[in-house]
């Protein structure tokens, strides 16, 4: 996702680990320590803003402490072993859209990670929350998404305001459909995921290869290959991914 933090022209390319995990999260991250990639340097966003260990975005879910100059800091650890700590701050948030254009919206609360590690360190500048808590970027942002390619389905309410709860009725792999109700979830061997994997690995002509941890499905990628069209099928809407 293109975005832009502060007055800082720095291009900001934000992870979305595994899906289940990203739409969990509350809190959006920049880091400003060493990666391959180009920073965020807060002391060249004049909109950059320290939020005292008084402010109410100060008390949150999330481990924070003071520091000896009464600014709010936060530590983080993620389920893939990546960890970030640093500063919470308000800056403006720039988002492209589908027509090119920009749109910012102000006082947005970000966490500036001065200290940030895992397996993924030097292959991202940062997180991007879409979950449903309070400091999430889709919750600070609150106007609902229109526009060409939007669609809409219910959400189902649960117990946790964290995670998003959807009527998935099935999965398309191409031109196979593989219903929810046809599969049985008891067993991970037998369930919708493993349908899914075979689903994309009978469609790919190409040369499989071993991967990182957790990733199955990887392939050569010196010859070129068509992957086949993935769509979640929910309550009356359709989603391509």
């Known amino acids: 996702m293109p975005c832009v933090s502060g007055n800082n022209p720095t291009l900001l390319l934000f992870r ?32 950059y803003q320290l939020i005292s260990c008084n402010a109410s975005q100060c008390n949150n879910p999330f481990q924070t402490t003071c520091s000896s100059n009464n ?29 090119s254009a920009i749109v910012s919206v102000l006082e947005i609360v970000i966490g500036c990670g001065h200290n940030n590690g895992g397996p993924s360190k030097e292959r991202n500048l940062g997180i991007i929350s879409l979950g449903g808590g ?50 049985s979830l008891g067993n991970p061997d037998e369930g919708i995921y493993w349908e899914l994997e075979l689903a994309v690995a009978t469609q790919i002509n190409a040369t499989r290869v071993q ?25 009356d809407a359709d989603v391509k991914l």
């Open 211 to 235: 991967g990182l941890e957790g990733l199955s499905l990887c392939y050569d990628a010196k010859i070129e290959f068509v992957v086949p069209n993935i769509t979640m099928h929910f309550t």
């Open 71 to 99: 600014s709010c800091q936060y530590s983080l650890n993620y389920p893939d072993d990546s960890y970030s700590n640093g500063d919470i701050a308000f800056d403006i948030i720039s988002l492209a859209t589908t027509t």
């Open 134 to 183: 309070e400091l999430s970027l889709i919750s600070q942002i609150g106007s609902p998404i229109v526009g060409d390619g939007v669609v809409l389905t219910l959400l189902i309410k649960l117990s946790s305001p964290t995670f998003y709860f959807l009527n998935l009725e099935a999965i398309s792999v191409g031109n196979k459909r593989i219903n929810y109700t046809d599969v």
């Open 16 to 47: 979305l680990i595994q899906q289940a995990i990203s739409f969990g999260l509350n809190a959006n991250i920049v880091h400003s320590v060493p990666s391959k990639w180009p920073l965020f340097d807060p002391s060249q966003s004049s909109t």
